[in-house]
Antibody
Framework: EVQLVESGGGLVKPGGSLRLSCAAS????????MNWVRQAPGKGLEWVSSISSSSSYIYYADSVKGRFTISRDNAKNSLYLQMNSLRAEDTAVYYC?????????????WGQGTLVTVSS | EIVLTQSPATLSLSPGERATLSCRAS??????LAWYQQKPGQAPRLLIY???NRATGIPARFSGSGSGTDFTLTISSLEPEDFAVYYC?????????FGPGTKVDIK
């Protein structure tokens, strides 16, 4: 059974940093590209970032480019999102999502999400 | 980026009724259009990919159609568990984008 479990969310002040993690199991993690998608409270879904299976290709939404860094450790079956210079508008539930094929941006499995709140 | 609009914003129906949800793209996305279902407090779930293909385990009452800029998700007969928010998403162009969602609630 495919499982994605996010962690690392919490309350952080504007300008602060946070690192999210996503632990994957139930599939060959190193064979799939992975993604972060976020959802502000009461709002819709917004794609944040994608990383290819070998980390060779990385993409970011304009809203987070230069502030967020996606990475992965295939030996640990883990995906990460380093978030710096956080703003109030980054407040959201952050979901880790698997790509059904390499960088196809079709999200076939999702974690339960981790809440990031940016507030003073 | 490609903008997706969904209509209606809210659809109030009774169990057993047919639901028809619309998604329109600001430019052609060919057939690279997916639909997701999200229930309160849960992660989204992939329902339909490439406009008309049901994802694994999705009941046959869910169907998708369309191509280019106009797409439809149809739920042939609403079950109690189908009351949720539905999002469309395009993957034709980067960045991938989502529509604002249609809430299907109980009349």
């Amino acid at each position: 059974e495919v499982q994605l479990v996010e962690s690392g969310g919490g309350l952080v002040k504007p300008g602060g940093s946070l690192r999210l993690s996503c632990a994957a199991s139930g599939f060959t993690f190193s064979s799939y590209s992975m993604n972060w998608v976020r959802q502000a409270p009461g709002k819709g879904l917004e794609w944040v970032s994608s990383i290819s299976s070998s980390s060779s290709y990385i993409y970011y939404a304009d809203s987070v480019k230069g502030r967020f860094t996606i990475s992965r450790d295939n030996a640990k079956n883990s995906l990460y999102l380093q978030m710096n210079s956080l703003r109030a508008e980054d407040t959201a539930v952050y979901y880790c999502a698997r790509d059904w094929e390499e960088l196809e941006a079709l999200f076939d499995y999702w974690g339960q999400g981790t809440l990031v709140t940016v507030s003073s | 980026e490609i903008v997706l609009t969904q209509s209606p914003a809210t659809l109030s129906l009774s169990p057993g009724e047919r639901a028809t949800l619309s998604c329109r793209a600001s430019q052609s996305v060919s057939s690279y259009l997916a639909w997701y279902q999200q229930k309160p407090g849960q992660a989204p779930r992939l329902l339909i990919y490439d406009a008309s293909n049901r994802a694994t385990g999705i009941p046959a009452r869910f169907s998708g159609s369309g191509s280019g800029t106009d797409f439809t998700l149809t739920i042939s007969s609403l079950e109690p568990e189908d009351f949720a928010v539905y999002y469309c998403q395009q993957r034709s162009n980067w960045p991938p984008t989502f529509g604002p969602g249609t809430k299907v609630d109980i009349k």
